[in-house]
């Protein structure tokens, strides 16, 4: 049985190894862009996040062992063109590679836009690599239509 709660501090090593998963995947895809998962571990304060008052961090367990986590936060779009609003932002969202296309993905973002309402979020907002067909495949199954298309190219 799929059960999603509030990450807690105690989380904190098997979020990592979590977290390792889909560094080596990213890196694999775009090896120039990912930092290591050693320095990502330098940079990203997990006890921060999951104490942050902004911060929306669940995670899900199945038979009482993390198998997936999701984090972002709310922040108040402020722009000279559009309609201020109350957005919730999908920093990451990881499930373990065994419990994949199991439903643990979608649980996480309903689970997440529940917490989001709740706290008066009006939008839901993410970032998706154009290689991540996965994650691309779970986020139409959420309703999450692309609306912004993000160019990169590399100045030498």
């Known amino acids: 049985m799929l059960n999603i709660r509030q990450a807690r501090i105690e989380d904190i090593c098997v979020l990592k190894k979590l977290q390792f998963q889909l560094t080596e995947y990213h890196k694999a895809n775009l090896p120039d862009d990912f930092l290591s998962p050693e320095e990502i571990e330098q940079k990203i304060d997990l006890h921060k996040i999951i104490e942050s008052e902004s911060s929306i961090f669940l995670v899900a367990e199945s038979n009482g062992h993390l198998v997936g986590f ?87």
């Open 70 to 156: 999701v984090f972002g936060e709310l922040w108040v779009r402020k722009s000279w063109t559009l309609k201020q609003r109350k957005i919730a932002s999908i920093e990451q969202i990881v499930v373990d590679s065994c419990f994949r296309s199991q439903g643990v993905g979608l649980a996480l973002i309903e689970a997440f836009e529940e917490r989001a309402i709740s706290n008066g979020g009006e939008e839901l907002f993410l970032e998706v690599y154009s290689f991540n067909e996965s994650a691309l495949g779970l986020y139409r199954k959420a309703g999450i239509a692309p609306k912004i298309l993000i160019g990169q190219k590399a100045l030498s």
